[in-house]
Structures are given as structure tokens and as C-alpha cells.
């Protein structure tokens, strides 16, 4: 049974930083893993996706530059380095996973079928 679980969600002042971690369990392959978020009252939107055999990781552009997402693989934990965070940041976020991306890399990635329950960012001025 595949389980993502989520923590390091909280409240950090504009400017700030927060890091979001994922357990990913239930499975033992190359997956894709990812980071998405959703505000009140607006559509679930992508942040950032890697593929843990390797790759270069995708960034929306609103947190490129500001959002790392990382995998270590001896832990088998996803990362979310959330830094100079933005009141429009405020969202709740979910750690996602597609275990059967179209090829082998990010650019592959796209059928995220697997989800965490979500933890909440809140940045405030």
C-alpha cells in the first residue's frame, strides 16, 4: 500500500523559511515525486516535481528561485525548501507520486495518482 506522509507545515513571518518533509512508503521503484499546493477557493496548482532516478527537477514559475525540492535517497524522504516565502505562498500542500512516469525522467511525470493528506503553510506580514 503506497503512503506519503507530510510534515514540517506551519507559519513564517514574509521573507521567512519553512522546509516540508514527505515519508514516501509501498513501493520500490524510480518514481516521480512532487509538491502541490491549494489556496482557499482556488484550483489545486503543481509546485515543483522530481524524478528520483535523476534529472533535472521542474519549479512553477511563481517559486522558481525561491522553492527546492530534493530527494535522499538513502532516507527515501522528499524535501521542500521553502525560502523568501510570500503571503500568495499560503496554502495548504501535498506531497504527491506518480509510480508509473511515461519515460524515465522528469519530463515524464505527470500521472500523480498517490497523495498525502496535506499540511498547512500560512505566511503572514
Known amino acids: 500500500q503506497v503512503e506519503l506522509l507530510e510534515s514540517g507545515g506551519g507559519s513564517a513571518q514574509v521573507g521567512g523559511s519553512l522546509r516540508l518533509s514527505c515519508a514516501p512508503s509501498?513501493?520500490?521503484?524510480?518514481?516521480?515525486l512532487a509538491w502541490f499546493r491549494q489556496a482557499p477557493e482556488k484550483e489545486r496548482e503543481e509546485v515543483a516535481l522530481?524524478?528520483?532516478?535523476?534529472?533535472?527537477?521542474y519549479y512553477d514559475d511563481a517559486v522558481k528561485g525561491r522553492f527546492t525540492i530534493s530527494y535522499d535517497s538513502d532516507k527515501d524522504m522528499l524535501f521542500l525548501q521553502m525560502d523568501n516565502l510570500k503571503p500568495e505562498d499560503t496554502a495548504v500542500y501535498y506531497c504527491?507520486?506518480?509510480?508509473?512516469?511515461?519515460?524515465?525522467?522528469?519530463?515524464?511525470?505527470?500521472?500523480?495518482?498517490?497523495w498525502g493528506q496535506g499540511t498547512q503553510v500560512t505566511v503572514s506580514a
Open positions: 522530481l524524478y528520483t532516478g535523476g534529472g533535472t527537477p
Open positions: 509501498g513501493y520500490d521503484r524510480m518514481v516521480c
Open positions: 504527491a507520486a506518480d509510480l508509473y512516469p511515461a519515460i524515465a525522467a522528469p519530463g515524464g511525470c505527470g500521472d500523480f495518482t498517490y
